[in-house]
């Protein structure tokens, strides 16, 4: 299957490093990818929650990656869920597609075909073999994981693995020979979206992932949301909690370790690599 690269805005400005690691992954492991050139914000949540026809937004990214023969894919929790939420109301409500299709033949576009919409976490799941064919490292970290709820919620038609208690990342870094810690805040939202509203809940949330998991030497994510709280906003979140600061990786960096990249390639720091490393030898 043949997919664009649909980094999403907060990746794109925010965390190049997270994309780079997808593209150097997925070429290390020969999955078709290219760029989706010209893509805008997926819509959601900002414009979602004051335009009605944010949706149109995400049919235009749609349009174009059908312009070039491509599923999307995607690195977002947020964007996931967009285009899944759109998809579903094109293919249901003839008036929002009649008016997406009128604002799309402006800029030489239509809806003729819908390209799927997939994040990297499904992609991974799918080559699940194709990735442990690949192993060149065992990593010995121990590491606990962190779902991006919106990738696995709504269920239904889009599910992949189980909505609350998925398992496809502990699988995946399973993969790497890094033991993957249960902790009790495993299966909770990171409280990134309530940031914008409620910046103490947010980080109180956070701070409860954080506290359930500090046995774990870094902790996994693979939503810019995730990230960008728990990475970003650690300082905030363990201020006055005697609290110990976790390394926050991205499933390809991880993953891409172990598949032989090296840390650079993967804008992994120098520090962290050497951590989930340890005595790595190549796998036999």
Known sequence: MRYAMYPGCLILQRMQEYEAAAYALLGALEIPVVTLTEWVCC?????????????????YNLALAARQNANLLTLCGSCTASFHCTRRLLETDAQARALAEKRLARVGLSLESLPEAHHLLQVLDANYDLAKSHIRRKLTAR?????????????????FDDSMRPQVMRRLVELTGAEVIHYEAEYDCCGSTLLMSDPELALAVGRNKLRSAQEADVMVDACGNCHFLLERHSAAIVKDHHLRKIPLVF????????????PKALGLRESVAAQLLGKAASAS
Not at 45 to 54: A, G, L, T
Not at 143 to 159: L, S
Request: charge should be negative.
């Open 251 to 262: 499933m390809p960096q991880i993953l891409g370790l172990a598949v032989g990249l090296e």
């Open 43 to 59: 819509g959601g949540p900002i414009v979602e929650s004051f335009r009605e026809d944010w949706f149109v937004l995400s049919a």
């Open 143 to 159: 590491a606990a994981v962190t779902y991006p709820c919106q990738v696995f919620r709504p269920v239904e038609p889009d599910a």
